[in-house]
């Protein structure tokens, strides 16, 4: 199965071209990413790097059976530029499109079985304007252990709150922790004396590595294939961005129409 993933959720932006041969042997995947240049200027680079991407792993666009595309939340801009291109795509080309959770995707980037240490994980993404979006993930034992022993489900909604909600969120969740908590993403650094109260303590770690806190183009592609095995399937013309709060146009008219009242 041939699956394309768009990411532009983040100042990180890419894309990222899966190959699985089986849809019963998909742990023998190929993968290749072209990770975009920093910054959000999304809407000129991901149409060139997606033609660059095809034609370093000789696809032709109607061999694409799949589309992953990260819906945020994150970079509102961004998020318009990402889906109006796989939504375009998908639906000249009749094309499978799924939407992926951006939380979900940096929940995905730490793989490898490191992340098995900790009973709850938090990626944190800097919502500006006081906020973070957010959401907590419990580890969860699979029954059957064929392919993988453990997974993070999320046990929250996704939200976007103020830092010192999610300490208070994360203090109460705590107390069921069967090991310790893993938070990581760009938020922590931004609001980091909120969150000094948590990695002062034993039961907090966090993530240094940078690495980690933006969503990358190639588990888009990965998270997308899982969904569409669970039988998931989105509507090219109904695909909507999550946001989670209103865009910053919105909130500065409102503060100006509350300001003239």
């Known amino acids: 199965m041939k699956i394309i993933g768009i990411e532009t ?40 790097a997606l033609d660059r991407l095809l034609n370093k792993v000789k696809w032709r666009k109607d061999e694409i059976e799949l589309i992953a595309v990260d819906i945020g939340p994150g970079s509102y801009t961004g998020l318009r530029v990402g889906l109006a291109i796989a939504k375009t795509i998908s639906f000249f080309l009749n094309i499978k499109i799924i939407g992926v959770p951006s939380l979900d995707v940096l929940v995905d980037n730490l793989g490898g079985g490191a992340e098995a240490d900790y009973h709850f994980i938090c990626p944190v993404i800097d919502a500006k304007w006081n906020q973070v979006y957010t959401a907590i993930y419990e580890r969860r034992e699979i029954p059957d252990k064929r392919e993988e022993k453990w997974k993070y489900k999320r046990c929250t909604d996704y939200l976007a709150i103020s830092p010192e909600e999610l300490v208070r969120l994360l203090t109460g969740y705590i107390s069921r922790a069967k090991g310790k908590t893993l938070l990581f993403g760009d938020g922590l650094k931004s609001y980091q004396e909120v969150f000094k109260r948590l990695k002062d303590s034993p039961l907090f770690v966090f993530s240094p590595t940078e690495d980690l806190w933006f969503p990358k183009a190639r588990n888009v592609a990965i998270l997308g294939y899982k969904y569409y095995k669970e039988g998931k399937e989105d509507d090219p013309i109904k695909l909507l961005p999550m946001y989670l709060r209103k865009t910053e146009a919105e909130m500065n008219k409102a503060k100006s129409i509350e300001s003239s009242t």
Do not use: M, N, Y
């Open 9 to 48: 959720s983040s100042i990180h932006g890419g894309v990222a071209a899966l190959d699985i041969p089986t849809l019963a042997h998909h742990f023998k995947c190929r993968v290749k990413e072209i990770t975009l240049k920093k910054g959000l200027i999304h809407g000129k680079s991901v149409v060139p």
